[in-house]
């Protein structure tokens, strides 16, 4: 009897210990899970972090990462509506939103990737494939120019309707609707890279030249505009400044001038005759020089005071 009822306890600690190691499981911060019994899920999904019980040996625990995930897309050559083909490399973000839905119809990550590869390609496809080059390597505010406002002008023959940044959104908004009854979460898409093939980039490289040139040449021009417009101005400037220090130099000269034949005249009416002889001694010095002979009458009015008695 002893026997019996020391093996029943035994059996009884033993099924407690199992009961425990099996019976109860741990979820992290990071952690969500379903509960299965023969791989069909029981209850609801188990979200919060802590303790958690299930029925040992029976049933199982399949655990769910809670936290954002990446999605990464390969590189797909797309053509756009303009018929340019583009290399478009996307990224989206994404989470496990509802782990049960998750477990019954995706099972894995592994599977959610290629979902989303099925999803999130083909709306950025048909995205693409419905607008112009144009929308795809310009931000939404492309139209407020840094080069001024004639080149703003200029680039409204190309008006941006929706810019990467609006396609982004759009696309996102798209997918986001589709991804629910996998039980995810899309948390936003975005372009990651846009390229071009060969033959498309030269162009896109040339047409870049070309406006670069344009918008220097506009720059070239309008400097020589402003150029002009100031050498203009130096040069009124400089004649009105010439033109008066010229009038005013002859009024001071003209007022020298008038002032020296007063005083000639002063001088001369004091004494004409010393007058003459200081002009005619002038005249002569002007006149004959070292190398000069003067042939002239000793009755000449030139050569009187100088002349033989």
Sequence with gaps: MNSLVKTFFIGLLLLGVVTVLDGFYMLSEEQQAVVTQFGKPVGKSHTEAGLHFKTPFIQDVTYFDKRILIWDGDPNQIPTRDKTFVYLDTTARWKISDPLVFLQAVNNTTRAQTILDDIIDSTVRDMVNKNNLVEIIRSSDWNQSEFGNDVAAKQKEETIKLGRDKMDDLIFATASKLTPKYGIELIDVM??????????????????????????????????????????KVDRQLKEITSKASREAEEIKGKADAKAAQIYADAYNKDPDFYAFSKSLESYGKTVGKNTRLIISSDSEFYKYIGAK
């Design 191 to 232: 372009f990651k890279r846009v390229n071009y093939i060969e033959s498309v980039r030269r162009k896109v490289y040339e047409r870049m030249i070309s406006e670069r040139k344009r918008i220097a040449a506009e720059k070239r021009a309008m400097g020589e505009g402003q150029k002009a417009e100031i050498l203009g």
